[in-house]
């Protein structure tokens, strides 16, 4: 079959480019792994302020948690909460323990949640133990890297995919390989198939790669089936993939196709969850709704953090395919640049 | 005779826009001919063979080829074509670029294996066919164009340029090529602008500014202009008096 040689082309082509295998591979990985890196680095130690009131048992159990405690007065606590000095402020309210996390860091706020929690439950067994819990700046929906983690590993298969996917097809235009095609009997359908299923293979490997690296060494929050989380990154993929061949047509170099990154794939990454659109005006919002991107970091939120099942992330899995079929049919309509038939 | 002609070229005139590129070109070439357009860059030879080829449409008028009005996918699997670039993949070595040609014609197995084989033998680069085509040099990569233009065994065989910036030595042993294939009853049409080149063709299309100025034998377009050389049948088509 035709589809099939070009497929075997480019499997072969794929092999001899190394770096741009490695690149797809590799350089998602390397910046996830960066972002694990800043965001969940070393264990945080958290600079807690205690009154006068709280027990020097639990005083004594904060520091054994790994905490740094300082005894301050309610004033001078909240004057150091403004200032950002200390993580925590932990005062007695007769004997229901009332902590006030300065909020603005997720990573501060977890570690000294985790490490008063500690504290308390380790001297007082009985778990009718509460803590209040308020906050001075910010508030426990705060994200953080496993909040927005998922959408990163969309987002980088997305801009990965799409830049290969551009500029090999680039190539293909611009070596004159695509019109020598044009000369064979390969009909346009064939050649967008072909080069759908070529790099798909490869795409597939990336997203499984990609999605067990985050998951299983960095060790992101999963809640849902990985099973789901290949479906939606390989969808992803494929999206990004017709995408970027198609948007090559209007590209006449490797420069040129880069200029499509600010245009497209940046205004993705932020409007695909990554940032809180909710303060946005509603009809800037709505923007995101043409944006493939969108439904994947939302399918992928869904799965690894609410560990959502099929009935909620089917809608965005229909619609990524929608996007991958909508793509695809404007390729063999913007090959008739090249011939009409 | 009676056959058909294997490429019929009927009043065919090509607009991109308003600027008109082909202008009413009439010509037919026979089974075993070679024929060849002579003109200068940027006469329209290359759109022309491109509307013989079926990569492009006429705007008015017909192309014919083995019977088929152009452009038609059946009939251009029977085409072999040799673009004025060399559009190979350079990362893949001669052997896998002939692969999958051969594979988009349809060949396989066995039948494949042998045309592949047959074909990089006759344009020399058997010792070679391991080699990443970025490594090759210029020569061998027009060799190896011409080589996966043949690799179907088609009966119309269209070549564009197909020996620009390669050297005297080679250019024999492709010239001498083409007439072997041309024995085999296959119509071929070679554009070029080299004048002695077209000497070597069995009748010669003169082309300029989108317009077929004359056609004939090499021995004819000379002798009906009294020219000593073909440059100079040349000038006196196109309106040029000494």
Redesign the interface.
């Known amino acids: 079959m ?1 589809v ?3 497929v ?2 480019i499997i ?2 794929f092999f ?2 190394k770096r741009t295998l490695a690149l797809m591979i590799v350089a998602p990985m390397f910046v996830l792994l960066l972002m694990d890196f800043v965001f969940n680095g070393e264990e945080y130690t958290p600079v807690i302020a205690v009154s006068d009131n709280v027990p020097d048992a639990v005083v004594d159990k904060l520091k054994e948690a790994g905490a740094n405690v300082k005894e301050l007065s309610a004033k001078q606590a909240r004057k150091q909460l403004d200032d950002q000095e200390i993580d925590a402020w932990l005062n007695m309210n007769g004997s229901a323990p009332h902590i006030t996390l300065e909020g603005s860091d997720p990573t501060a706020n977890q570690a000294a949640l985790a490490t008063v929690q500690k504290a308390f439950q380790s001297m007082v067994p009985t778990p009718s133990f509460q803590l209040k819990t308020t906050y001075w700046h910010g508030s426990s929906d705060m994200a953080s890297f496993d909040y927005f983690g998922p959408v990163l590993i969309g987002v980088f298969i997305f801009f990965f995919v799409f830049l290969i996917a551009g500029v090999s097809f680039l190539r293909e235009r611009t ?3 695509l ?9 346009r359908w064939e050649i967008v198939a072909g080069y759908m299923i070529g790099f798909g293979l490869f795409t597939t490997v990336q997203a499984s790669l990609i999605s067990w690296f985050a998951i299983d060494v960095l060790d992101m929050m999963m809640e849902g089936s990985f099973g789901y989380v290949l479906i939606i990154t390989f969808l992803l993929a494929m999206t990004a993939l017709a995408l970027g061949m198609l948007l090559s047509a209007f590209a006449n170099s490797e420069l040129q196709m880069m200029q499509f990154i600010p245009l497209v794939v940046i205004p993705q990454v932020f409007f695909s969850g990554l940032f809180n659109l909710d303060t946005m005006e509603e009809w800037l919002r709505s923007l995101s709704v043409v944006m493939p991107l969108t439904y994947g970091a939302n399918a992928l939120r869904d799965i690894m953090v609410r560990g959502q099942g099929w009935s909620t992330i089917a809608a965005d899995i229909y619609v990524l395919l929608g996007f991958t079929v909508l793509f695809m049919v404007l390729n063999v309509v913007a090959l008739k640049k ?4 | 005779m009676a056959a058909d002609p294997c490429i019929q070229v009927e009043h065919v005139s090509k607009r991109f826009g308003k600027k008109i590129v082909i202008d009413d070109v009439s010509l037919n070439v026979h089974a075993g001919e070679i024929f060849g357009l002579l003109g200068p860059s940027g006469a329209g030879k290359t759109t022309l063979v491109r509307m013989i080829a079926g990569i492009d449409q006429a705007s008015e008028g017909a192309v014919r080829v083995l019977g088929a009005d152009m452009p038609e996918l059946t009939t251009m699997k029977r085409i072999g074509f040799m673009a004025q670039s060399d559009a190979l993949y350079g990362e893949l070595t001669a052997l896998e670029n002939m692969q999958f040609f051969a594979s988009i014609y349809g060949l396989r197995g066995k039948k494949k294996k042998e045309r592949i084989d047959d074909m990089l033998e006759l344009v020399n680069l058997a010792d070679d066919r391991k080699k990443p085509v970025h490594q090759y040099s210029g020569g061998m990569k027009r060799r190896l164009s011409l080589a996966i233009a043949l690799l179907h065994e088609p009966e119309v065989l269209i070549l564009d340029e197909p020996t620009v910036g390669i050297d005297p030595v080679l250019r024999q042993s492709i010239w001498a090529e083409l007439k072997q294939i041309q024995k085999r009853g296959t119509a071929i049409v070679v554009t070029t602008h080299i004048m002695d080149e077209a000497e070597k063709c069995g009748r010669l299309g003169m082309i300029r500014d989108g317009r077929l100025l004359a056609v004939g034998r090499p021995d004819e377009l000379k002798s009906e202009t009294k020219s000593q050389t073909l440059e100079q049948a040349f000038l006196h088509f196109g309106g040029v008096h000494q």
Not at chain 1, 179 to 187: N, Q, W
Not at chain 1, 338 to 341: A, E, P, V
């Open positions: 035709r099939m040689a070009i075997v082309r072969h082509q001899r480019d070596n004159g390989t019109e020598r095609l044009m000369a064979t009997p390969l009909r090249y011939r009409k038939l």
